[in-house]
């Protein structure tokens, strides 16, 4: 079993920054895959970026391109989304998860396991 805990969410003003982290714990092997998601009301959840655990290989919505970081942190089995220049429309709740393959990772039925979520909420 794999169990993911999200982390640092909050409240920031427009064009201020975030750091989440994501802490995987059970059977996560090194040839899996991580993936940042989010969820506003009213809308689909939708992916923001997706890493391997060696960081070599990276994936990101054009809506964040360029604002958003993802990383890895293998020694602490830990992925991050840094998150600048933060839009009110980028509030929502923000998961993790983890793919066991490399198949439609840019969509929620790649990934076999999610944290609980983290509430990211920009104010203008």
């Known amino acids: 079993q794999v169990q993911l805990v999200e982390s640092g969410g909050g409240l920031v003003q427009a064009g201020g920054s975030l750091r989440l982290s994501c802490a995987a714990s059970?059977?996560?092997?090194?040839?899996?895959?991580m993936g940042w998601f989010r969820h506003a009301p009213g809308k689909e959840r939708e992916f923001v970026a997706a890493?391997?655990?060696?960081?070599?290989?990276?994936n990101y919505a054009d809506s964040v391109k360029g604002r958003f970081t993802i990383s890895t942190d293998n020694a602490k089995n830990t992925i991050y989304l840094q998150m600048n220049s933060l839009k009110p429309e980028d509030t929502a709740v923000y998961y993790c998860?983890?793919?066991?393959?490399?198949?439609?990772?840019?969509?929620?039925?790649?990934?076999?396991?999610w944290g609980q979520g983290t509430q990211v909420t920009v104010s203008s």
């Open positions: 998860a983890l793919a066991r393959r490399f198949n439609q990772l840019m969509a929620v039925v790649g990934y076999d396991y």
């Open positions: 890493i391997n655990w060696s960081g070599n290989w990276l």
């Open positions: 059970g059977r996560t092997f090194s040839t899996y895959f």
